[in-house]
């Protein structure tokens, strides 16, 4: 049994109003990082606050070690959270920030002293105990949350947002330190965000949710490799992926994915998938480092379409170059000792069969 189950889990702040959580099923191992990442508004909130008791649930179950933690109030659900607005007390110092849940529970004087030095050392502000709030930077700030999270040493870590509130370089080197201290207090954590690009680089696991349901479950390799749905696949990576409405034609002894502006030549590892949906409308999907351009037009068989390249995005490793098709942006991720430049003619390859395709109506991936 996993450590931490949400059991057909549903949450409904009406009584007839909608499921803002809709029946969220989740198994998370002891010592996991897990990162809830959704758009604003799918219940991503609402979920970790029926974790920590904050919030009733509507139907379903929370068990933390095999134990329904449903009827335990806030406090003795071993639980700690961290908010978007971290929330650390003005008048009090960094010291008795931290010490503040132990006292709470009537830990002993110098035990407390003993966990809150261990606290600060492990959030890197040892050195800041004395100091009130506003003598400190909003990153030290965050960094004393951090500490009073971990000081009473939960079961479960839930963090909301917590580097939102930070500028970008900062967010950059919080997400490092929140990730080196997880490896060394090995908590089960969750951790909420909207940032594809955080999600990414802190999860073992990220949990993928849209319209209070769960899109996809999967490590975030995985999920970038192998999307699941439509959306897990738009919401993953940036620059994001292309998408195409194209139409599936049967052409020869194969098939090609068609619209008024490409013609894509279906490998022979895809016919199969892909046969049933002759005469049927898709969505293909290709991610923009797997574009390839001919600066000479010849057609390789990924061949696409044609294009003209509008502008170009130097990022130091790579460039982002950017082209329409239809109407439609597309960009493209090519190494930085590409030769192409603006307004050259170009063909667009499709690299390694690198390519996906959805179910319109559903969104769920086909191949
Ligand atoms: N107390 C409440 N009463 C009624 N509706 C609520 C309440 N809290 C949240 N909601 C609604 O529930 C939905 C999910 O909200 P939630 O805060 O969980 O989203 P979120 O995924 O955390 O979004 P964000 O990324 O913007 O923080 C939203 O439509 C929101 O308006
Ligand atoms: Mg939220």
Known sequence: MSYLELRNLQKRYAKDGP?????????IEKGEFIVFLGPSGCGKTTTIRMISGLEDVSGGDIIVDGESILQKKPRDRGVSMIFQSYAIWPHMTAFD???????LQKTAKDEIKKRVEAAAQAAGIEMLLKRYPAQMSGGQRQRVAVARAIV?????????????NLDAKLRVSMRSELKRIHLMEHSTTIFVTHDQAEAMSLADRIVIMYRGKIEQIGAPMEIYRDSATYFAA?????????????????TGEGYSAVNEHIRYRLPA?????????EGRKAVLGIRPEFIELSPGREKTPGYLCDAVIDFIEPQGNHSILITRIGGMEIKIVAPDSTNVTVNTPVSLNIKDEQVMFFDP???IRIR
């Open 19 to 27: 499921l803002i959580v809709d029946n969220m099923n989740l198994s």
């Open 97 to 103: 920030n931290i010490a503040y849940p132990l006292k």
């Open 152 to 164: 009473v040493k939960p079961r479960i870590f839930l963090m909301d947002e917590p580097l939102s």
């Open 234 to 250: 738009s919401f993953i990576g940036t620059p994001p992926a292309n998408f195409f409405d194209i139409c599936i034609e049967k």
């Open 269 to 277: 590892s895809l016919k199969a998938a892909l046969a049933p949906w």
């Open 361 to 363: 109506d559903t969104g």
